[in-house]
């Protein structure tokens, strides 16, 4: 009864934090329809500009998730003081790595060339690339709130503002793309300058909330202008960078991936856009799971309930994989359906259809290890984590990539195959060390 009741605590906080998570790969999955549609090399570019912006994004989440973790404990210790700090401080860090991620990500829009893509496909993308890394600045700081508020259990008025956000960037961009309504025509750009917008309409929203919410009176900043707490924005540096390393390995190795498929031509990328997408899409349902975990975690640890913790993980291990076995039977019985969802060409679609075969094989443990490292960081256990995340992905991922696609001559599979060897290893060291952790019964130091 200890796991049921924990599931449903769990499920009740993550309904909307997994809807959350869909509606935000809508804006990728909008992108991605749309401006297939526009031709096989926008859709290469789209794909390369989006590998490029996402390795720095999630690196930026991944620093975020302290938010959560801090504003959880205060919340399950009553205290609101520290809950505002951990807002004001989380903000204050999102607005510094976006505008010195966007800043290096300016410099290098002017090599995209070394990463040896079609000359074509990097050309096309260069101007793209450098609106959809201005969207960062907004799309972290906007993260970080959500972050806050997701942790004191108010999660459904920040969905909403997010799922605004999606319906605008899928509106404009039929707009901007196609020039419809008077609007100017901006081709495949239009859909970066859409994203940018969307953004910043999202973090708008959240700041209008956070200041006319009664419920998170008294928990969040009258004041946003002040100096941070520096000791408070390093104490939250130093539990957000060992996770966001985590995470970044794993987001790079399938980044990486994409570069790696670029040299099997641009029907391969594009397919591999296909795959990314739709895993990516299905992987939302257990990271919207996670970040709840975390949260649940957090309060725990917060309140001294220390007992819980093995029965929050249980709960949490029996969610993900139910929801894997079902992502997972999908797609390998519709791959080939979904893929031609995308794009019209023959040759995209059979390759897609193989690899969604790949994506549903790894689903269950791609599940499990993303909910165990997330309860990790609940119980403010990241280093260790990011250790054995670059150990699965760096070195046992990606080297089984390049060994089976080009020393074994699979091509485009084995580098899918590669990343399902890693996301295993993930899973089976994860795992082991929550619940020795949590079997500790014990704060962590």
Request: hydrophobic share 55%; with cysteine.
């Amino acid at each position: 009864m200890g796991w049921m009741h924990e599931s449903r605590m769990t499920l009740k906080l993550a309904f909307p934090l997994m809807i959350g998570q869909l509606s935000q790969m809508l804006l990728g999955v909008a992108d991605t329809v749309m401006v297939g549609h526009l031709g096989v090399t926008e859709l290469a570019a789209l794909t390369f500009a989006n590998t490029l912006f996402h390795v720095p994004f999630v690196f930026g989440m991944g620093v975020l998730t302290a938010v959560s973790v801090f504003s959880s404990n205060a919340r399950g210790g009553e205290n609101a003081d520290r809950a505002v700090e951990s807002c004001r401080n989380g903000a204050w860090l999102a607005l510094g790595l976006g505008l010195v991620l966007f800043a290096g990500a300016m410099v290098l829009s002017e090599h995209l060339h070394v990463f040896g893509q079609p000359a074509e496909v990097t050309e096309r993308a260069k101007v793209f690339f450098r609106i959809l890394m201005a969207s960062m600045v907004p799309g972290l700081v906007s993260i970080a709130l959500k972050n806050h508020a997701d942790a004191l259990n108010r999660p459904w008025p920040s969905f909403w503002i997010f799922l605004g956000g999606v319906v605008l960037n899928i509106v404009l961009n039929a707009l901007l793309i196609h020039g419809l309504a008077g609007f100017p025509e901006l081709g495949f750009e239009g859909a970066a300058w859409a994203t940018l917008i969307a953004r910043v309409m999202i973090l708008v929203g959240m700041f209008v909330w956070f200041a006319k919410s009664e419920a998170l009176s008294g928990w969040v900043p009258l004041r946003w202008s002040g100096r941070p707490g520096w000791s408070g924005v390093r104490r939250l540096a130093s539990m957000g960078f060992p996770a966001s390393i985590q995470m970044l390995c794993e987001v790079s190795a399938f980044s990486v991936a994409g570069l790696l498929m670029g040299r099997f031509g641009k029907d391969a990328l594009a397919a591999h856009q296909i795959a990314i997408t739709l895993a990516a899409t299905a992987f939302m349902i257990p990271l919207g799971l996670s970040m709840a975990l975390t949260v649940r975690i957090g309060e725990a640890l917060g309140a001294g309930e220390f007992q819980r913790f093995r029965r929050i993980a249980v709960s949490g291990w029996l969610l993900v994989t139910g929801y894997a076995l079902l992502a997972a039977g999908f797609f390998l019985i519709c791959g080939e359906w979904l893929a031609s969802l995308f794009v019209g060409s023959p040759e995209v679609v059979a390759l897609g259809a193989s690899l969604l075969v790949i994506v549903g094989v790894f689903q269950v443990v791609d599940g499990l290890q993303v909910a165990s490292s997330a309860m990790l960081r609940g119980l403010q256990d990241a280093r260790v984590p990011a250790l054995m995340g670059f150990t699965a992905y760096w070195l046992v991922g990606l080297p089984t990539s390049a060994w089976l696609a080009f020393s074994l001559g699979i091509g485009a599979p084995g580098v899918w195959w590669g990343l399902a060897a890693g996301l295993f290893v993930a899973c089976v060291t994860l795992g082991p060390r929550l619940w020795k952790r949590a079997g500790r019964a014990i704060a962590p130091s």
